[in-house]
T-cell receptor, first 110, second 116 residues
Framework: KQEVTQIPAALSVPEGENLVLNCSFTDSAIYNLQWFRQDPGKGLTSLLLIQSSQREQTSGRLNASLDKSSGRSTLYIAASQPGDSATYLCAVKGDDKIIFGKGTRLHILP | EAQVTQNPRYLITVTGKKLTVTCSQNMNHEYMSWYRQDPGLGLRQIYYSMNVEVTDKGDVPEGYKVSRKEKRNFPLILESPSPNQTSLYFC???????????????FGPGTRLTVL
């Protein structure tokens, strides 16, 4: 059974720093991996989607990487801003299921 | 504007009183699903639908029903709500669902349900 883990559960970082969020999964047989952002009490917004054949995807200050063989993905955020404060979730897509991690709650300190 | 809408956004009800949460998408997506989100447990899938008239159980289907009579709508029905169904509920859609390699899931804004 696929399990998705995100560590740490919470992270506080001073504004301007670069940071990395981690996502690991137990079954490497995935179609893709998606990173989402969730603001308190709100829905999820898709940030980046990496297909299983890809190694990374970039959007602005965000870069997501995927290493299927080791069951890991990272989300790199460059030059963090207070507006980046949110919970970040990763989700992997398998044969018939989309499994979410529990998220990393990120707080950027002004 | 491409979107997934849910109604109501907030609902307080009492145990046993049937309720329906509506979900609608305007992107002609085939795949729709319902999740509940609870502190410490993350997002868990309740039901999903691969297409019209095709629905299947997710990880936590007990106490819920769904229907998919039209492509755009996927209501979540709680026939006899109980306090342990107090949660934040999200509807989501994507073009092809799990088999779509490039599929992005779109989420509704959420429905916060409290069952007293």
């Amino acid at each position: 059974k696929q399990e998705v883990t995100q560590i740490p559960a919470a992270l506080s970082v001073p504004e301007g720093e670069n940071l990395v969020l981690n996502c690991s999964f137990t079954d490497s047989a995935i179609y893709n991996l998606q990173w989402f952002r969730q603001d308190p009490g709100k829905g999820l917004t898709s940030l980046l989607l990496i297909q299983s054949s890809q190694r990374e995807q970039t959007s602005g200050r965000l870069n997501a990487s995927l290493d299927k063989s080791s069951g890991r993905s990272t989300l790199y955020i460059a030059a963090s801003q207070p507006g980046d404060s949110a919970t970040y979730l990763c989700a992997v897509k398998g044969d018939d299921k989309i499994i979410f991690g529990k998220g990393t709650r990120l707080h950027i300190l002004p | 504007e491409a979107q997934v809408t849910q109604n109501p956004r907030y609902l307080i009800t009492v145990t046993g009183k049937k309720l329906t949460v509506t979900c609608s998408q305007n992107m002609n997506h085939e795949y729709m699903s319902w999740y509940r989100q609870d502190p410490g447990l993350g997002l868990r899938q309740i039901y999903y639908s691969m297409n019209v008239e095709v629905t299947d159980k997710g990880d936590v289907p007990e106490g819920y029903k769904v229907s998919r009579k039209e492509k755009r709508n996927f209501p979540l029905i709680l026939e006899s709500p109980s306090p342990n169904q107090t949660s934040l509920y999200f509807c989501a859609s994507s073009l092809y669902g799990p088999v779509g390699l490039r599929d992005t899931q779109y989420f509704g804004p959420g429905t916060r349900l409290t069952v007293l």
